[in-house]
């Protein structure tokens, strides 16, 4: 009988040692979510390139001469701009707009009348050229009147003089007729002589 009693109690004790535990509160397991991790967007953004500047001097017809800063690329009708644009009187015939510009060009813009004169500029050169021989001596039968005065000792008198005698006489047929000139004789015509020739 004791030894039943004695069950009894134990079981009692299991029993109740189950029931607190149950009732007991469980320790929660808190499982914390690790918000899923992005990879990590470049905040870094895209800083511009740094801009490259050329300096183009714009001279001649246009309202605003100077030299002006321009980004780098930058074509000649912007340059043209920056300069307030052509003149009226500005010759554009011969610009390339579109071409691009480079650091430190000089842009000059030329007007019609200084266009047709650089036009013309050539045939006074090659007429002078035919006025002077190899030698750098002055033709006497076909110089003008300022050509023959770039002769030591002939001024515009005496230029004069030549032109009005070959006028008369057909021309020079050597050097030595020039002495027939009034004024260029002895000393004058020794000082001309080596400057001058006849074709």
């Known amino acids: 009988m004791k030894r039943r009693n004695i069950l009894f109690i134990v079981l009692m004790g299991i029993i109740c040692l189950i029931f607190s535990s149950c009732n007991s509160p469980k320790e929660e397991t808190v499982v914390i979510e690790k918000a899923e991790e992005k990879p990590e967007e470049k905040s870094e953004e895209k800083s511009p390139e740094k801009e490259s ?3 183009v001097d714009v001279s001649g017809a246009v309202n605003a001469p100077g ?3 321009l980004k780098e690329g930058s074509r000649v009708f912007e340059a043209i701009q920056e300069a307030g644009g052509f003149l009226e009187n500005a010759d554009t015939t011969g610009i390339n707009q579109a071409s691009v510009l480079s650091d430190g060009e000089k842009l000059q813009i030329y007007t019609v009348e ?8 050539p045939n006074q050169i090659s007429a002078s050229q035919e006025n002077t021989d190899a030698k750098g001596k002055i033709n006497i039968n076909t110089a003008n009147l300022a050509e023959l005065q770039e002769i030591p000792g002939i001024g515009e008198v005496k230029a004069k003089s030549i032109m009005e005698y070959r006028e008369a006489n057909g021309g020079f047929q050597s050097i030595e007729n020039l002495q027939e000139v009034p004024g260029i004789k002895g000393k004058t015509f020794d ?3 080596d400057y ?3 074709k």
């Open 67 to 69: 030299v002006y800063r």
């Open 53 to 55: 500047w050329i300096w």
């Open 196 to 198: 001058i020739t006849v």
């Open 114 to 121: 200084e266009v047709q004169q650089m036009e013309m500029q």
């Open 191 to 193: 000082k001309v002589k």
